[in-house]
């Protein structure tokens, strides 16, 4: 299910507004704005330690302080598609972030990079990856601090080449943020199947999420190496 058949999609960040523009009618799911992106940045906004307000209690601790507290750290984004998250984290203070996904995305991506550039400020950086190619990851420059996912679980051939890069990416005192959402039954199985022998997870409870952005078929888990 993708988020919705709007030619385009609107998410406000703070006090900016995004504005992506999606082809349903494209062979490549990238070109299509799915639900989980919207959810892990909507949770990462209600959570923000620059913006998070507690309530009713002022004093209630935030949870997710350090972790989403994106000052000094570097990320990549793996599948982002239309480049909803890496836009919508890099207004939540992810100034270093790289925007990756397979050459047929790019287009769209860069479209979408150049649509957004008043609001961003700047054009994200962006680049070619397949998570095969070990040269390409190598290019990237790892460790990262964040690497970060939304709905690139689907097919169960890619499951293991996603993990790998996973892996290789994200620092050993790093954190994979992924948004979740069961596409495929065989590739869900083996992806948490295999998931277990690399990272140690953590799954967001529900009611953290935004509560206008919980929908309840996605999820976002907090990953880190298992070392």
Same mark, same amino acid.
């Given at each position: 299910?993708?988020?919705?058949?709007?030619?385009?999609? $609107?998410?406000? !960040?703070?006090?900016?507004?995004?504005?992506?523009? #999606?082809?349903?009618?494209?062979?490549?799911?990238?070109?299509?704005?799915?639900?989980?992106?919207?959810?892990?940045?909507?949770?990462?906004?209600?959570?923000?330690?620059?913006?998070?307000?507690?309530? %009713?209690?002022?004093?209630? %601790?935030? +949870?997710?302080?350090?972790?989403?507290?994106?000052?000094?750290?570097?990320?990549?984004?793996?599948?982002?598609?239309?480049?909803?998250?890496?836009?919508?984290?890099?207004?939540?203070?992810?100034?270093?972030?790289? /925007?990756?996904?397979?050459?047929?995305?790019?287009?769209?991506?860069? &479209?979408?990079?150049?649509?957004?550039?008043?609001? /961003?400020?700047?054009? /994200?950086?962006?680049?070619?990856?397949?998570?095969?190619? %070990?040269? #390409?990851? *190598?290019?990237?420059?790892?460790?990262?601090?964040?690497?970060?996912?939304?709905?690139?679980?689907?097919? $169960?051939?890619? !499951?293991?080449?996603?993990?790998?890069?996973?892996?290789?990416?994200?620092?050993?005192?790093?954190?994979?943020?992924?948004?979740?959402?069961?596409?495929? +039954?065989?590739? =869900?199985?083996?992806?948490?199947?295999?998931?277990?022998?690399?990272?140690?997870?953590?799954?967001?409870? &529900?009611? =953290?999420? &935004?509560? $206008?952005?919980?929908?309840?078929?996605?999820?976002?888990?907090?990953?880190? *190496?298992?070392?």
């Amino acid at each position: 299910m993708r988020f919705t058949d709007s030619p385009v999609i $609107e998410l406000r !960040v703070r006090d900016a507004l995004l504005s992506i523009q #999606q082809d349903n009618g494209s062979m490549h799911v990238g070109t299509t704005v799915w639900p989980c992106s919207l959810v892990l940045v909507k949770f990462a906004e209600r959570w923000n330690p620059l913006t998070y307000t507690a309530s %009713p209690s002022p004093s209630a %601790p935030n +949870p997710y302080s350090s972790l989403l507290d994106f000052r000094n750290k570097r990320a990549v984004e793996l599948g982002t598609g239309c480049g909803v998250a890496g836009m919508g984290l890099y207004l939540l203070g992810l100034s270093d972030v790289v /925007l990756t996904d397979i050459a047929p995305v790019m287009p769209a991506l860069k &479209h979408n990079l150049k649509r957004n550039k008043p609001v /961003l400020g700047k054009t /994200l950086k962006m680049t070619q990856l397949y998570w095969t190619n %070990p040269d #390409q990851i *190598k290019a990237l420059g790892p460790p990262f601090d964040l690497v970060i996912a939304t709905d690139v679980v689907y097919i $169960e051939e890619s !499951v293991g080449p996603l993990l790998s890069a996973m892996a290789a990416l994200v620092a050993d005192t790093g954190v994979v943020l992924l948004g979740y959402q069961l596409r495929s +039954p065989e590739a =869900h199985r083996l992806f948490w199947e295999l998931c277990g022998d690399v990272f140690n997870v953590e799954k967001v409870p &529900h009611e =953290h999420l &935004h509560p $206008e952005y919980a929908y309840e078929e996605t999820d976002v888990y907090i990953m880190r *190496k298992k070392l």
